[in-house]
């Protein structure tokens, strides 16, 4: 429970919520489980397999620390022949955070409710130009790398690193006479080509239902060998087999 409400996720919700007033006892009544037990649940997913690496993003960090401790917890409490968990690493690309286009304080997120803050796999090349177009920069002349003070300026440049595979930092050199304008332009032509091709497989795929359903029979017998084969151990260890 100690780790779970510092777990930033809590702390951030609590800090925004109607209920918080200050010098007075924050009501969490309006908080509900589902933010609170869902590092626990991601813990599981991720031991329940006994994952060495788990690709996630910088803001998921935390809640795969408390995977690590979980694990480690664990086999020190309940030793056999040979270590129950490994502890699972995180996985980063250079690009770890990606903001909104919309409001670059925060994270790009399937769940806005603003639909142009975020690049879809299925946009079409039109609705990418669209979204990129009305993406929030700032009014700075020039193009800096700052992601401290100019986040949507850093946040482009960020994508478009990631979207022509180069370091940002070698990116924002080729920018220093140019404006948003063009930044803008060259964003969109490298997200453009980035997702074709993976759109057009993803939309070849969509109609192969019968395909589909194969796979996600065999993805979903071959997890269920996996985690039973885990909780007979895991039974057998703390003694409820």
Known sequence: MGKLRRMTTWKSRLATSKNLQDGSDVDESGLNLGLFAYPVLQAADILVYRATHV????????????????????NRTFKGT????PLPAQLNTPSKRILSL????????KSSPDTSSR???????????????????????GITYEPETRLGTANLLTILAAAKGE????????????NHGTLKRDVTEAVQEMLKVPREEFERLRVEKDYLEQIAQSGKEKAIEKAEATMIEVRKRIGLS
């Open 55 to 74: 690709p996630v993003g910088e803001d998921q960090t935390q809640h795969l620390e408390l995977s690590r401790d979980l694990a480690d917890q664990f």
């Open 82 to 85: 040979h270590r129950m968990f």
């Open 102 to 109: 919309r409001d670059p304080t925060s994270k790009m997120s």
């Open 119 to 141: 690049i879809l796999l299925t946009d079409s090349p039109d609705e990418i130009a669209s979204k990129i177009r009305v993406a929030v920069t700032d009014s700075i002349p």
């Open 167 to 178: 370091d940002v930092h070698d990116t924002v050199k080729q920018y220093e006479s140019k």
